[in-house]
């Protein structure tokens, strides 16, 4: 019996999973990830365990990729923005929370890449990695990235319309 053509071949490229308060969700390979201006940064962190790393990386900017997915927030009003948070998790489960705030160029803006290589090695089959050029610390240079949400659901607790403490 033949392969079904729905298989997924063990080549297949990683996929990021754009999920949340966007407009358009999307699942992206890291070749997606080229279609948008690409950026290089040389990033140093250091790790309580294996001490301080230097490397490069390329990729586009984390604020376009979102941006193009269309977040739910009032683009004309700037601080209905400070509500939204992403969260980014890796194959391994390792995730952490950024604020839009942090990326956003009307307030810190941070140049977060979403990486599609490392010091020249494409990372097609790991699959792309958030560098934080302004972190002292590595814990936040998720590598093998397979999901992002972008969640604005604060501002609907404090609300009340969200769910409510006894
Ligand atoms: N997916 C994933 N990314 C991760 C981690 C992890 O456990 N899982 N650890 C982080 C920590 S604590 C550090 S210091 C750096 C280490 O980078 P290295 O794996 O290149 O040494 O990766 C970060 N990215
Ligand atoms: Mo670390």
Known sequence: M???LTATP????AKLALTGDVARPARLTVADLMAWPQHRVRASFECATSGVQHHRFGGPLLHDVLTDAGPGFDPVRRK???????AVTGTDG???LLTWAEIDPDFAHAP???AVSIDET???LAGPQLVLPQDRCGARHISGINA???DGGYSSWLSGD?????
């Open 2 to 4: 033949s392969r079904p």
């Open 10 to 13: 063990a080549h297949a490229s």
């Open 80 to 86: 209905d923005r400070l509500r939204f948070l992403i």
């Open 94 to 96: 390792h995730h952490a």
């Open 112 to 114: 977060v890449l979403l």
């Open 122 to 124: 494409p990372l097609d």
């Open 148 to 150: 992002i949400r972008v």
């Open 162 to 166: 969200g769910p409510r403490l006894a």
